[in-house]
């Protein structure tokens, strides 16, 4: 069954979903046709409007045989869709002061700080043991020498940052016991990389 549905707003008469289609089941209430409203229409409104889609906003139901005639007011969210009657308008209180509307008002919304969470720069998480072998604990001091040089990587990069340590304590790993014998040679290692030292004690 096809039903044309709409949500307005109480003060004014004002469309905050217009007219749109909808396929219901037989056993379909107001109730859980309002939800998919909801879930179908929120993508496309601004944060106030999609704040006002709740049911704690909802004032009132009314349904119609045709666009043109008298409205019926429904009594409850529960009864199930009278299928005689296809337009089914939402009434919502757009002066509700509870705290979900207040949180319509805020200039952020929550595209926003989605981007912002994934601009913030992160490292990667140490490994928590309580027995640690050499290669873990080396793996740990790397990311304690970072962290007051670079805030690390965004969420998104953050695997990278992982391999890129994880590869770098392989070096380091592997030279661990020649840092006097690349001295010897003529290749002192980068003084930054002296203090790691001692982890390959095999």
């Not at 009314?62 to 043109?68: I, L, T």
């Not at 969470?117 to 027995?131: A, D, N």
């Not at 990278?160 to 840092?179: E, F, P, V």
Request: aromatic letters at 8%.
């Amino acid at each position: 069954m096809i039903l044309v549905v709409c949500v307005t707003s109480f003060a004014g008469g004002k469309s905050i979903v217009p007219n749109m289609a909808f396929e219901i089941e037989d056993e379909g209430t107001f109730e859980s046709l309002f939800n998919a409203i909801m879930l179908r229409a929120s993508s496309s409104l601004d944060s106030y409007e999609s704040a006002l889609l709740s049911s704690e906003n909802m004032l009132k139901v009314k349904v119609r045989e045709k666009s043109d005639t008298k409205p019926i007011e429904v009594s409850k969210l529960h009864m199930p869709i009278d299928l005689d009657r296809k337009f089914v308008e939402y009434v919502v209180d757009s002066n509700n002061n509870s705290s979900s509307n207040a949180c319509l008002l805020s200039k952020t919304n929550a595209f926003d700080t989605l981007m912002q969470s994934q601009k913030k720069l992160h490292l990667p998480s140490k490994i928590m043991k309580v027995s640690m072998m050499g290669p873990e604990k080396l793996y740990n001091d790397i990311i304690d020498w970072i962290a007051p040089i670079d805030n690390g990587w965004t969420l998104d990069q953050k695997e990278i940052g992982s391999k890129i340590i994880s590869t770098l304590r392989n070096a380091l790993w592997y030279i661990d016991n020649a840092h006097e014998k690349f001295k010897e040679r003529g290749c002192p290692l980068p003084d930054v990389f002296k203090a790691f030292q001692g982890y390959n004690n095999y």
